[in-house]
């Protein structure tokens, strides 16, 4: 047989292998749902959202499941997409996550309020715990504790009796700190 050949053959062989492994993982991710719902039963926990189930879990000293991963996540409460652009006011009464734009006032007083990586706040935010990892132009109230992670990129107002800053993040403005009770 020439090279022609052979190299007709071999990529028929690769084409099958890869046809064939694609089959095998969508068979995994059917079956994978039903071994998490398995596992949190067992452990008496409460199913946590299916984005969460590819990645790798860890469990806290008190029960609760935590991926692993830069910013903890919030099993239920809102979450304004990346593609999604908000003018005006958003109040909450449950955990906000913000990966997209919002131009006006965040309130989620007795809650956690998340803005990622590709999130961007401009004018107001508030939450009782407050984690930034995107852009914040404004005053950012926290009633517990701000963190600004490394990607932050903050500019305007901090109010909190805690603030927690990692290294990388950039803050300029004011830090108006609440006295403590």
């Not at 469990?59 to 239920?76: H, N, S, Y």
Request: aromatic share 4%; hydrophobic share 40%.
């Amino acid at each position: 047989m020439g090279i022609q050949t052979w190299l007709i053959v071999m990529g028929v062989a690769c084409m099958t292998l890869i046809v064939w492994h694609g089959g095998r993982r969508k068979s995994l991710d059917s079956v994978l749902p039903e071994i998490v719902t398995t596992m949190t039963r067992a452990s008496r926990l409460e199913a946590f959202p299916v984005a969460a189930q590819s990645k790798p879990i860890a469990f806290t000293a008190g029960g609760e499941i935590q991926p692993t991963g830069r910013l903890p996540r919030d099993v239920l409460g809102s979450r304004i997409g990346m593609a999604t652009r908000v003018s005006g006011r958003l109040i909450a009464n449950e955990p906000v996550v913000i990966k997209g734009r919002i131009e006006g006032v965040v309130i989620a007083q007795d809650h956690r309020v998340t803005v990622t990586m590709s999130g961007r706040v401009s004018a107001y935010l508030e939450g009782r715990e407050v984690s930034v990892d995107g852009e914040v132009a404004g005053r950012l109230k926290a009633g517990e504790k701000i963190t600004l992670l490394s990607r932050a990129d903050v500019r305007g107002v901090l109010e909190s009796t805690r603030l927690e800053c990692m290294a990388g993040a950039r803050f300029q403005g004011e830090v108006a700190g609440t006295p403590c009770g």
